[in-house]
C-alpha cells in the first residue's frame, strides 16, 4: 500500500474561543480561510468554537487571558482535541500555560500556535510553511481560496456569545491623509515610522487582505455564499457579519442588493465608517433601510470614533474631523436610529482617547463637556481610556522628540485601566507621562471612579491592593453616594482643580468633587 502523502498526515485544529466582548474575536477572523486552505492542500481540519470566561483559573493578572471552563466543557473539549489529534492546532487566543500543556498532552506532538496579530495571518505563505504544504504564488487568501465557516459549536455559551464572521477584502481602513502638512509634526522624524498617513497613533497593519482590482461586492458575495453552503444550522454562522472592507461601506447600496438577491436569511451587518463617510452615506442609507427593514436585516455601525472633542487633540491625531463634522455625523445617526430602530443602530459610545501626554486641563473639560451634552454613557470608556503609545507610529515619534514623556513605566496603574479590561496582549507599547501633572492627578482620580462605578462588570484586577482606589471605595460606600454618574463627577473634579495648587492632595479634591455635585443635584 502506498504512503499518505505528507500533507494528508497534516491534521489542523482551529481553535475559537469567544467571549461576551465582540472586540476579542477579530482574531479568529481569518479561520474560514486557513481552513480552506488547509483542506485544498489534502490536510484534514477541524474548527470548534467554544464560548469561555477569562478568570481565576489560570491566575490572570490584567491584560493576561487565562481560559476559565466548566467541568463539562473542559471534558468536551479536551476529548474533541484527543478524538481529531491535531498535528497543529492554532487558537485566537493564549489559553494559558495550563491549558496547553492539557491539549499538548491529548495530542502529542502537537504543534500549538497562537495568532499574534493580522500582519502574518493575511499571507498564506505563513500558513504554508507552517503545514509544511506547499507555497501557493497568489499572496492572498481573500478571492483565491474557497473559505469554509462549518465548525463546532462545542458549549452553549458558544452560541450565546454570537460571535461575528468577518467579510474579508481590500483594507479595514482607507483613511490616507498625509502628516507633511501637520504643524505639529513639522520637524519630526519619521523615518522609523511604519506609516506617515491615517492616524497618528495607529498601528493596525495597512496591507491588503485582497488584491485591490478585484470587485469589493463581489468578493463580499463569494464569502456570504460560502457561509450559506458550509455554515449549516446551529454552527458557526450567528448571523452577525463584521464587514471589514472600507471599500464596501462607500458602496452601501451596491452591498445590500447583493445581499437582497442572495436571499440571506435575518442578519445583522456591522460596519466601522469614518463620521464623514457616514455622512456621505446619509442619502443613501435614508432610501435602504426601509427595505432593509422590510427583509429583516439590521446595519448597525460601531468603532465609529470621535477620538476627542478638542480640536488640538484631534489635530495631533490627523484626524481630519472637526467638531461641527461630528456633530452632523453623531446627530444623522441618532435620527436613523429613531427612525429606524429595527434596522439601523450607532453603538452608544464612540471610541474616544481621554487622555494623552499633551492632554490639558482646558482639553479635559471640552472633553467632559462634549460627552455629556451628547449623552454619551456616564461610564464609558470615552472617561477613561488613555492613549495607547505604539513604537514606529508618528505620534511616539512626537512624543520621542519633545523629551521626557516616553518613560520606562507608567506612573499610575489608570492609565493602563482600559486596556487591562480589553484583556488583550499589545505589543510594542511605550509609557508615557502627562505633561500636565494636574491633568496626570485628575486622570487617576476620575480613573478610579470609573473603575469603581463598573466593578459589576469589570473585576478591579487594576487596582488591586490600590490604597487610594480603596479609600475611595470606602468612602463612597460609607457617604452612600450615588456611582451612577462618573461623568458630572469627573467635571466637578476639573472645575475644584482650577482652584487648586501643588501638592495637591487627592483626597481633599475628591471630597470637594462629591460635595459640589451633591449640592448640584
Request: glycine share 6%; charged share 20%.
Given at each position: 500500500m502506498a504512503a499518505a502523502s505528507p500533507s494528508r498526515r497534516r491534521r489542523l485544529l482551529l481553535l475559537e474561543i469567544v467571549t461576551s466582548s465582540p472586540a476579542r474575536n477579530q482574531?479568529?477572523?481569518?479561520?474560514?480561510?486557513f481552513k480552506g486552505l488547509a483542506q485544498g492542500a489534502g490536510c484534514r481540519a477541524l474548527w470548534i468554537c467554544v464560548g469561555a470566561r477569562f478568570g481565576s483559573s489560570e491566575g490572570a493578572r490584567p491584560g493576561?487571558?487565562?481560559?476559565?471552563?466548566?467541568?463539562?466543557?473542559?471534558?468536551?473539549?479536551?476529548?474533541?482535541?484527543?478524538?481529531?489529534?491535531?498535528?497543529?492546532?492554532?487558537a485566537n487566543e493564549p489559553v494559558g500555560p495550563g491549558w496547553e500543556r492539557l491539549l499538548r498532552k491529548s495530542a502529542p506532538g502537537c504543534v500549538f500556535v497562537t495568532t499574534e496579530g493580522e500582519g502574518r495571518e493575511t499571507r498564506a505563505r505563513w500558513l504554508s510553511g507552517l503545514l509544511g504544504i506547499p507555497a501557493r504564488g497568489n499572496p492572498y487568501l481573500v478571492g483565491t481560496v474557497e473559505p469554509d465557516y462549518d465548525a463546532i459549536m462545542l458549549n452553549a455559551l458558544a452560541g450565546e456569545c454570537r460571535p461575528f464572521l468577518a467579510i474579508l477584502g481590500g483594507?479595514?481602513?482607507?483613511?490616507?491623509?498625509?502628516?507633511?502638512r501637520n504643524p505639529y509634526f513639522r520637524g519630526v522624524d519619521l523615518s522609523g515610522c511604519r506609516y506617515r498617513h491615517g492616524c497618528s497613533f495607529c498601528s493596525a497593519p495597512r496591507r491588503p487582505m485582497s488584491s485591490l482590482k478585484g470587485d469589493p461586492v463581489g468578493l463580499a458575495r463569494a464569502q456570504f455564499a460560502a457561509v450559506l453552503r458550509t455554515a449549516g444550522a446551529g454552527g458557526r454562522n450567528c448571523g452577525r457579519f463584521e464587514v471589514r472592507d472600507a471599500r464596501l461601506f462607500a458602496r452601501i447600496s451596491d452591498f445590500f442588493g447583493m445581499i437582497f438577491k442572495l436571499r440571506l436569511p435575518p442578519a445583522e451587518f456591522f460596519f466601522a465608517p469614518r463620521m464623514d463617510g457616514l455622512l456621505r452615506a446619509g442619502p443613501e442609507l435614508e432610501r435602504l433601510l426601509p427595505e432593509i427593514a422590510a427583509r429583516g436585516h439590521r446595519l448597525t455601525l460601531f468603532r465609529m470614533v470621535v477620538e476627542h472633542f478638542s480640536p488640538a487633540e484631534n489635530a495631533r491625531f490627523n484626524k481630519g474631523l472637526s467638531p461641527e463634522r461630528i456633530d452632523r455625523a453623531l446627530a444623522l445617526a441618532a435620527r436613523l436610529r429613531k427612525d429606524h430602530p429595527g434596522a439601523f443602530d450607532c453603538a452608544d459610545t464612540t471610541g474616544y482617547i481621554a487622555f494623552t501626554p499633551w492632554t490639558t486641563l482646558d482639553d479635559l473639560e471640552r472633553s467632559l463637556r462634549g460627552g455629556i451634552e451628547r449623552g454619551f454613557v456616564p461610564n464609558g470608556s470615552w472617561l477613561y481610556a488613555?492613549?495607547?503609545?505604539?513604537?514606529?507610529?508618528?505620534?511616539?515619534?512626537?512624543?520621542?522628540?519633545?523629551g521626557g514623556v516616553v518613560r520606562s513605566r507608567y506612573d499610575d496603574a489608570a492609565m493602563t485601566y482600559n486596556m487591562d479590561n480589553e484583556r488583550r496582549p499589545r505589543q510594542g507599547l511605550l509609557p508615557w507621562r502627562f505633561?500636565?501633572?494636574?491633568?496626570?492627578?485628575?486622570?487617576?482620580?476620575?480613573?478610579?471612579?470609573?473603575?469603581?462605578?463598573?466593578?459589576?462588570?469589570?473585576?478591579?484586577?487594576?487596582?488591586?491592593?490600590?490604597?487610594?482606589?480603596?479609600?475611595?471605595?470606602?468612602?463612597?460606600d460609607r457617604m452612600r453616594l450615588d456611582m451612577k454618574r462618573p461623568d458630572l463627577f469627573a467635571a466637578e473634579l476639573v472645575q475644584a482643580m482650577r482652584g487648586a495648587r501643588p501638592p495637591w492632595r487627592r483626597k481633599d479634591l475628591i471630597r470637594r468633587a462629591f460635595g459640589r455635585l451633591r449640592r448640584r443635584s
Open positions: 482574531r479568529a477572523a481569518w479561520f474560514p480561510f493576561k487571558a487565562g481560559l476559565d471552563l466548566c467541568a463539562a466543557d473542559r471534558e468536551a473539549l479536551l476529548r474533541r482535541f484527543a478524538g481529531f489529534a491535531p498535528t497543529h492546532a492554532l483594507v479595514s481602513c482607507g483613511y490616507r491623509a498625509g502628516l507633511s488613555a492613549l495607547e503609545l505604539q513604537r514606529g507610529t508618528p505620534i511616539a515619534a512626537l512624543a520621542s522628540r519633545e505633561k500636565d501633572r494636574r491633568v496626570a492627578v485628575a486622570c487617576g482620580i476620575i480613573v478610579r471612579v470609573c473603575a469603581l462605578s463598573l466593578r459589576a462588570v469589570f473585576p478591579d484586577a487594576t487596582f488591586a491592593g490600590d490604597p487610594l482606589y480603596s479609600w475611595i471605595e470606602d468612602f463612597v
